[in-house]
């Protein structure tokens, strides 16, 4: 896979390029500030980027801004954010666009290298990764709509949010598949979602309904 980062700090953008070339990958590019990450990304088009939000010069949103417009020239090209806190509405504003291909993850998950590698494989293959605090943040913003679901339901609501499987939901939650099925079914229609629990169509409806 070919990805391109842009990340400032210099020893965390180059513990990602050893990490990823270390785990078969080509780094086809580095950017260290706003300004070069889009003419990186437009060059190089890379199969995913790696992308700090905030960025030099300005250290507010230049990461993001620079995967929302190279989306926009390049549909459907994966982007996994990475951000030192969770921000809420960076998080909605890049899911805004369509949640296919699309990661935001806090920056220790780096640390956890096996779950970094699975959410940018994930990423790249068109689904979606989204750090568990952050759909809790984005859960929590969609309240009133969500008190007619169950804990359990909310609790399965938010895995399939982070693009997790019916058999790993239900390894983590210690239940049945079939169980699973049934919250989802339910969760789908209290939220009056499509009666859908296949593949990443699922995941897209629950972000879509989050980040509405």
Known sequence: MRIVIAEDNVLLREGLVL?????????????????????????????????????PPGFRDEGLRAAIEARKRIPGLPVLVLSQYVEETYAAELLSGGAEGVGYLLKDRVSRVDEFLDALARVAAGGTALDPEVVSQLMTSRSDPLQALTPREREVLGLMAQGLDNATIATTLVITERSVSKHIGAVFAKLGLPPTDSGHRRVLAVLAYLNS
Do not use: Y
Request: proline fraction near 8%; avoid cysteine.
């Open 19 to 55: 990490l990823l070339t270390s785990d078969g990958h080509e780094v086809a590019a580095v950017a260290g500030s706003g300004p070069e990450v889009l003419p990186a990304l437009l060059e190089h088009r890379p199969d995913a980027a790696v992308l700090d939000v905030r960025l």
